[in-house]
């Protein structure tokens, strides 16, 4: 299995509140993707990195920021969580990038917005 | 309408059956395309890549028909360890924005 880990794996948060989602690899893999699973939808892309401070917007990018300081940590944060966000987010990394090669995902983090 | 579109399921078939999935994608320009496997609370794997021509591995065929748009996932044999649920992704050309259907769950039942 690819070395991805996401943390926390599981936070209830409450509307208002700022939250941060860890993404750490251990593969050096160029590209990382953070997306949403939500019932319906299939997974939805938010914003993903090309590269060390190198990011780019995804379908449904709003209300979401990303950084990525160095290669192996990509973040994603709630600026201002909301009920909407609640969702399970997934982490994912990519050698060359996804037209080319597969992503490997990460376990996932369940998010719950009250 | 959504850019990929598949059967939600239920399909609920018994060990051996065969079973076919399709999936269909709105954008024209899309290049790339893949079908990943998502068991139950956990993360999506890659399945297979889908090539113009057609592939196969082991039980699972792969078929992609450009003029029509769509896409299409053959198991034949069916094992209880495929019960899972089947992502259809397509890429446009040198582009990140992975698209991905909501998924069509399979159960395979003894």
């Known amino acids: 299995d690819a070395g991805i880990t996401q943390s926390p794996r599981h936070k209830v948060t409450e509307t208002g509140t700022p939250v941060t989602l860890r993404c750490h690899q251990t593969e050096n893999h160029r590209y990382m993707y953070w997306y949403r699973q939500d019932p319906g939808h299939g997974l939805r892309l938010i914003h993903y990195s090309y590269g060390v401070k190198d990011t780019d917007k995804g379908e449904v990018s709003d209300g979401y920021s990303v950084s990525r300081s160095k290669t192996e940590d990509f973040l994603l944060t709630l600026e201002s969580a909301t009920s909407s966000q609640t969702s399970v987010y997934f982490c994912?990394?990519?050698?060359?990038?996804?037209?080319?090669?597969?992503?490997?995902f990460g376990p996932g983090t369940r998010l719950t917005v009250l | 309408r959504k850019e990929v579109e598949q059967d939600p399921g239920p399909f609920n078939v018994p060990e051996g059956a065969t079973v076919a999935f399709n999936c269909t994608y709105s954008n024209s320009a899309s290049q790339s395309f893949f079908w990943y496997r998502q068991d139950c609370r956990k993360e999506p794997k890659l399945l297979m890549s889908?090539?113009?021509s057609g592939n196969e591995d082991g039980r699972f065929t792969a078929q992609l028909n450009r003029a029509s748009q769509y896409i299409s996932l053959l198991i034949r044999d069916s094992k209880l360890s495929d019960s899972a649920t089947y992502l259809c992704v397509v890429t446009p050309w040198n582009n990140n924005d992975m698209r991905f259907g909501a998924g069509t769950r399979l159960t395979v039942k003894p």
């Open positions: 889908v090539y113009s």
């Open positions: 994912a990394i990519s050698e060359l990038g996804s037209s080319y090669n597969e992503q490997f």
